[in-house]
C-alpha cells in the first residue's frame, strides 16, 4: 500500500492502514475516507520565507506537489529544500538528490503548510563515494494536514550522513528514512526531536541495512507529548551476514507529559553478522519531580521550571545539529513551542506546545 | 526573623513534625541536631513547600510574611534558600545558565531588573574564584559528572549569587572531606551578616567547628526538646541522642 499510489488514482483503498505491520501506529486508511481532489498549482508570490531563507546558496521548492525532480550537489554548498503545502487537496512530489562524490554538503529541509491537505514527499538521496551530507529536517504542518515524507538513502563507501529531524507534528505524519548502508567507512548519524501537542502525531520510522564490514551508525531520537498527542519511534537497524566490524547504537527517550498523550516505540536491532558492536536503549518517562523542585527552590516559576527541562531533554538532539545557523534556528523554533520565549523567524502563528 | 509555632507536617500520611516551635532571629546562625528519622529533612522541606509535606496545623513566617501559604519559588524569590543534601543533576543546563535563569526570576518576582550578561558573568566568576571552583564546571550540565563535594561547592555558589535572607543547611557536610568542608564553611561564613539568618540541619558536630552557631536545638520525634549554646553540641558529641530519645 502506497500513500502516493493512492494520492495518483485517489484510491483510500489504497492508503496505508494498521493492517500493514509497519503502518500499525500511523493507520491512514482508518482517518481518510475519500482522497482530496489534486491540490491547485501555488504562485510563487503566494509563499513566505522559511526559516532557512538566508541560510542557503540554493534553494529548491516544491510547492504544491510541483518543482524539480531532481537536484546535483557537485561542489560543497548549502541547499534549502523547501516543502510547501496549501489547501485542503492532495498531492505529491518526488525529488532526486544526488551528492557527487567527495563533496560536503548541506540540505536544510523544511516542510510547512496550512490547510487539511494530504501529501506525500518522495526522495531519493544518493551519496558518492566519500561524500558528506548533513541533512536537517524542520517540520512544522497545519495540526489538520496528513504529511508523509520518505527518503530512501543510498551511502557510498566513505561517505557520511548526519541527519537531524526535528517535527511538531501534523494530524497525522510520518518520516521516514532507510538507509542502504554499504560499510566500507561509511557513516551514519539519524537523530530526532518530536515535540507534540494538541492532538498531533509524528511518526519517526528509520530503517538502516548494513550490508558491508566496517559500517557505523548512530542514532538518537528524543520526544516530548502532551494533551492528546502520540509520537510513534520505529528504529530498525539490520546487520546483514558478513557486515562484521559494524558499529550501531540506537537511543530513543520520550517524555510524556499528560494522560492521554501517548507513545509506541519500537526500537529493533536485528544482526546476522558475528563481530559487531551494538547497542540500543528505549525509555518512555515523566519529567522529575525532584528536579522540578530543585529548579523551583531556586526561584523559577513552575511553568517556567517545566519548560527548562524539557528543553534541556529535547536540546540533547538539538546540540548535536553540526551547521551553526540551522542549529540556532532549530533551537529557537523548539524553545518557541516549548516556553513561548520570543518568536522564531518563518514560525508564523503556530500554537505553543 | 524565622518564627515557626507549634508546626505539624505529615508525609504519606504519617506525622513527622509534632508541634516544633523555633524562632531564628535576624543575623543569627542556628543549629538543628538530631538522630536520624528526627524530622530534621521535612523540616527543609516543608519550609521551602515541597509537594508531598503537609502541613497540618502551625505557622512558620519570615520577617511576619507567612511562608506556608506561598509556592515554593515565591518562598525563593522572597529570600528562602535550601542547601539540598543531594543535589540534583540536571544534564542540559548548563550551571551558569541555570543560576541566570533562577536569579533574573527572583528579580523579575521582586519587581527589580535583570541582570544584565556581563554584570552576570563578572558576579559568577568571582564567586567562583572566591569558593575555588574551576570556571570551565560552570559551562558544563549541572552537577552532572561532579562529586559530592563538587555539588556541595555548587550549592554554596548558587547560595552566594542569590544572596537569600534565610539559609537552610540540611546535611551540609555529608559526603565532604576536610578541605572541601573547610571550602564550603568559609563559603557559608562570608554569608554572615545581620540581614542574614542561618539554619544549619546536622547529625555530626564536625560542621559546627567551621560554621559556629549562635544557638543549637535538639530535635527529637519531630520537636524541638533542648536548646542551648554552642557547648550544647559538644555535650550531643560526648553523649550522644539517647537521653534527647527517651524525653521525646
Known amino acids: 500500500m502506497s500513500l502516493a499510489a493512492a494520492i495518483a488514482t485517489r484510491d483510500a483503498d489504497a492508503l496505508p492502514s494498521r493492517r500493514d505491520e509497519d503502518w500499525r501506529w500511523t493507520d491512514l486508511r482508518g482517518l481518510i475516507r475519500t482522497v482530496p481532489a489534486p491540490s491547485a498549482p501555488l504562485a510563487a508570490e503566494a509563499i513566505e520565507p522559511g526559516p532557512f531563507a538566508g541560510l542557503a546558496a540554493r534553494a529548491l521548492t516544491l510547492a504544491n506537489g510541483r518543482g524539480d525532480a531532481a537536484v546535483e550537489i557537485a561542489a560543497d554548498q548549502v541547499v534549502a529544500l523547501d516543502v510547501v503545502s496549501q489547501g485542503d487537496g492532495s498531492h505529491a512530489a518526488s525529488l532526486q538528490v544526488t551528492v557527487a562524490p567527495g563533496v560536503k554538503a548541506t540540505l536544510l529541509e523544511t516542510y510547512r503548510g496550512a490547510g487539511s491537505y494530504l501529501a506525500h514527499t518522495a526522495l531519493a538521496i544518493r551519496l558518492g563515494e566519500g561524500a558528506t551530507l548533513e541533512r536537517i529536517v524542520l517540520t512544522l504542518e497545519d495540526p489538520e494536514s496528513v504529511a508523509v515524507s520518505q527518503a530512501e538513502v543510498e551511502l557510498s563507501a566513505q561517505a557520511e550522513l548526519v541527519q537531524t529531524t526535528v517535527t511538531f507534528g501534523a494530524r497525522r505524519q510520518r518520516l521516514e528514512t532507510r538507509v542502504s548502508h554499504p560499510g566500507g567507512h561509511a557513516k551514519l548519524r539519524l537523530d530526532g526531536a518530536y515535540l507534540l501537542a494538541g492532538k498531533r502525531h509524528a511518526d519517526l520510522t528509520t530503517a538502516v541495512t548494513h550490508a558491508g564490514l566496517h559500517g557505523e551508525t548512530d542514532q538518537l531520537t528524543k520526544g516530548v507529548v502532551r494533551d492528546q498527542a502520540r509520537g510513534v519511534f520505529q528504529g530498525r537497524i539490520v546487520v546483514a551476514e558478513g557486515a562484521d566490524h559494524t558499529e550501531a547504537r540506537m537511543g530513543h527517550h520520550a517524555l510524556v507529559l499528560s494522560d492521554h498523550a501517548e507513545v509506541d516505540a519500537k526500537p529493533e536491532l536485528e544482526i546476522y553478522a558475528d563481530d559487531v558492536s551494538c547497542a540500543h536503549g528505549n525509555t518512555v518517562g515523566a519529567l522529575d519531580e525532584e528536579a522540578l523542585f530543585y529548579i523551583r527552590q531556586r526561584g523559577v516559576p513552575e511553568a517556567e521550571a517545566r519548560a527548562l527541562l524539557v528543553e534541556a531533554f529535547v536540546g540533547e538532539v538539538i546540540d548535536r545539529i553540526d551547521h551553526d545557523g540551522a542549529r540556532e534556528v532549530a533551537r529557537a523554533w523548539a524553545a518557541r513551542k516549548l516556553g513561548g520565549r520570543g518568536a522564531a523567524p518563518g514560525m508564523g502563528t503556530d500554537r505553543d506546545l | ?248
Do not use: C, W
Not at chain 2, 560542621?207 to 557547648?231: C, F, M, N, Q
Open chain 2, 1 to 248: 526573623m524565622l518564627k515557626i509555632q507549634d508546626l505539624h507536617a505529615t508525609v504519606g500520611g504519617a506525622e513527622i513534625l509534632k508541634g516544633l516551635t523555633l524562632e531564628v532571629p535576624t543575623g543569627e546562625v542556628h543549629a538543628i541536631m538530631g538522630p536520624n528519622g528526627a524530622g530534621k529533612s521535612t523540616l527543609s522541606y516543608v519550609l521551602t513547600g515541597r509537594e508531598g509535606y503537609e502541613v497540618t496545623a502551625g505557622s512558620a513566617t519570615l520577617d511576619g510574611e507567612d511562608l506556608l501559604a506561598q509556592e515554593p519559588n515565591e518562598r525563593a524569590a522572597r529570600g528562602v534558600f535550601l542547601s539540598f543534601q543531594y543535589p540534583l543533576e540536571i544534564p542540559g543546563v548548563p550551571a551558569l545558565t541555570f543560576i541566570r535563569t533562577a536569579l533574573n526570576a527572583q528579580r523579575k518576582a521582586r519587581g527589580e531588573p535583570e541582570i544584565t550578561a556581563p554584570q552576570f558573568l563578572k558576579l559568577a566568576r568571582e564567586k567562583s574564584a572566591a569558593l575555588k571552583m574551576d570556571f570551565d564546571m560552570l559551562k558544563r550540565g549541572l552537577n552532572v559528572g561532579f562529586s559530592g563535594g563538587e555539588k556541595k561547592r555548587m550549592e554554596i555558589l548558587q547560595m552566594s549569587m542569590l544572596e537569600p535572607r534565610l539559609l537552610l543547611l540540611d546535611e551540609t557536610d555529608s559526603g565532604l572531606d576536610i578541605d572541601a568542608l573547610r571550602i564550603v564553611s568559609e563559603g557559608v561564613n562570608a554569608l554572615r551578616s545581620p540581614e542574614r539568618s542561618a539554619l544549619v540541619i546536622t547529625h555530626y558536630q564536625r560542621l559546627l567547628d567551621y560554621i559556629k552557631p549562635d544557638r543549637v536545638h535538639v530535635l527529637s520525634a519531630g520537636r524541638i526538646v533542648a536548646s542551648g549554646g554552642p557547648e550544647l553540641a559538644l555535650e550531643l558529641e560526648r553523649e550522644g541522642y539517647d537521653r534527647y530519645a527517651r524525653a521525646a
